[in-house]
């Protein structure tokens, strides 16, 4: 039996026509790519703004009550003059026409911002001659917009299983009575990823304009590698730490069915990107650590009793504090008589005062500590576990380069360790971090 690839292709992959171009030609080179999944145009250039922003723009000038045509115009003219520059027949103005009449009915702004995949699918379709299939009527959210996977692979894979090609635009579905629901900022890599589930292929291509995960940030570090072979697991941490190649929801459908994904790039196409999967094979060598990442803007509340240790439900008391508050908690480091939340700065400022009180009167603790402007870092490696020294490694580059640590967190998978340092030494401790454990390694 032939294979099947599911492919999406990014924003910067469908940017313009010659973009586009060079897309339909990777498609075709391989009559296994039956499914693509395609994002809004992105950037042509550096100050360019993506459809979706303006999708965005527009929208808030029309909730204002304010002009919106210009904003409109702009979309339309980049819809114009792709399929003016591809030469197929398509009539963008009966399309924007269709979603101004929308406007009327004063729909969410999800569906604006859902109508830069819609368009750009519809286009690709026609220029590939195959079937277009709206998301809509495939991927579906639950009253209170919780994504559905049930009714979605069921519904998904009666639909697909007869069509041999077709083209599905990203980052939407529908919640019940058609209302359009889009996932977050860059979904349309979780589209990708339910699609390739939900017509069981071989393989998820993710196409974008890097040739793979690179083991660090490209904008803190000179031409970091790029990483050949990463777990579902790693790319997570690496992901959701920041690492933003890949939307970190968009490993949950395929890893449910062990499908691979494959990053790859479309102004690079014979590059071999980055495989990631469950596993890594036998035969490929790796360093204990495979990428490092990071993001800027945490605080630390650290919470000191002596004897905190006897106290039961101390920690889940002092979390419950700031679950109720709706601020989530990113890292938990604790000692003998201290235990430390690190949350995001820009959830917790609005609550500081009363998360605070409730710590005091609830837990009568003797010190709280804030520290503030934090950075966590995570360097990230499945290797950690068997190679001995890896944390001293760590510790000694960032003495090295001359910067405080404030704060440690080892996962208990061993997977990560988590090093917090002020906001000001981030880049420092990026590059110092990636010099030792994986450049020279
Ligand atoms: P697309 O529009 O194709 O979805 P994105 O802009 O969402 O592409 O993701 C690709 C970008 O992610 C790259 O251009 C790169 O600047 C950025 N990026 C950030 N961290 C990494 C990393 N560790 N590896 C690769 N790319 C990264
Ligand atoms: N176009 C959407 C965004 O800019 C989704 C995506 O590109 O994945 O966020
Ligand atoms: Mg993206």
Same mark, same amino acid.
């Given at each position: 039996m032939s294979r099947t690839i599911t492919a999406k292709f990014g924003g910067t992959s469908l940017a313009d026509a010659s973009q586009i171009r060079k897309v339909a030609e990777i498609i075709k080179s391989n009559p296994e790519r039956r499914y693509v999944v395609a994002s809004a145009p992105g950037k042509r250039f550096s100050a360019d703004i993506k459809v979706t922003d303006l999708l965005y723009s527009c929208y808030s000038e029309f909730a204002k009550g304010d002009e919106y045509s210009g904003t409109l115009a702009k979309i339309k003219a980049r819809y114009a003059e792709i399929v003016s520059e591809l030469g197929i027949k398509f009539d963008v103005g009966a399309e924007i026409e269709a979603i101004e009449n929308e406007l009327r009915y004063y729909p969410p702004a999800d569906y604006l911002a859902s109508r830069g995949e819609y368009l750009n699918s519809k286009i690709i379709a026609e220029f590939l001659g195959w079937e277009f299939v709206d998301a809509a009527e495939v991927i579906f959210f639950d009253e209170n917009g919780n994504f559905d996977g049930e009714q979605t692979f069921m519904t998904m894979s009666a639909r697909l299983r007869d069509i041999p090609n077709a083209v599905i635009p990203g980052f939407y579905g529908s919640m019940p009575r058609g209302v359009i629901k889009t996932f977050s900022r860059g979904g349309s890599d979780v589209t990708g990823s339910i699609v390739a589930r939900a017509t069981q292929s071989d393989i998820y291509e993710n196409w974008t304009d890097v040739s793979g995960m690179l083991s660090a940030d490209p904008r803190i570090v000179d031409r970091p590698r790029t990483i050949a072979h990463i777990t579902y697991t790693e790319l997570r941490e690496l992901s959701y730490m920041g690492a933003s190649v890949l939307h970190e929801d968009a490993v949950f459908p395929v890893r449910k069915a062990g499908i691979p994904i494959n990053i790859r790039n479309t102004n690079s196409p014979d590059d071999p990107g980055t495989l990631i999967a469950a596993s890594i094979p036998a035969d490929i060598k790796r360093s204990p650590v495979t990428g490092i990442a990071g993001r800027k803007g945490f605080t630390?509340?650290?919470?000191?009793?002596?004897?905190?240790? @006897?106290? &039961? /439900? *101390?920690? %889940?008391r002092l979390l419950y504090i700031f679950a109720r508050n709706g601020v989530p *908690?990113?890292?938990?480091? &604790? @000692? !003998?008589? &201290?235990i430390s939340v690190v949350v995001n700065s820009s959830a917790f400022d609005s609550k500081r005062e009363e998360i605070l009180r409730e710590i005091k009167n609830e837990l009568s603790p003797d010190f709280i500590t804030i520290e503030k402007n934090l950075a966590a870092i995570a360097v990230v490696g499945e /290797?950690?576990?068997?190679?001995?020294?890896t944390a001293a490694k760590v510790f000694g580059a960032l003495a090295g380069a001359g910067v405080n640590i404030r704060m440690i967190d080892q996962g208990s998978?061993?997977?990560? !360790?988590? !090093? /917090?340092?002020?906001?000001?030494?981030?880049? &420092?401790?990026?590059? %110092?971090?990636?010099?030792?454990? !994986?450049?020279?390694?």
């Open positions: 630390s509340i650290r919470v000191e009793k002596s004897q905190m240790n @006897g106290e &039961t /439900g *101390f920690g %889940a *908690f990113e890292h938990c480091p &604790t @000692g !003998i008589d &201290t /290797g950690m576990v068997s190679a001995r020294g998978d061993e997977l990560n !360790i988590i !090093i /917090g340092v002020d906001d000001s030494d981030y880049e &420092t401790s990026i590059k %110092a971090l990636y010099s030792a454990m !994986i450049q020279q390694q």
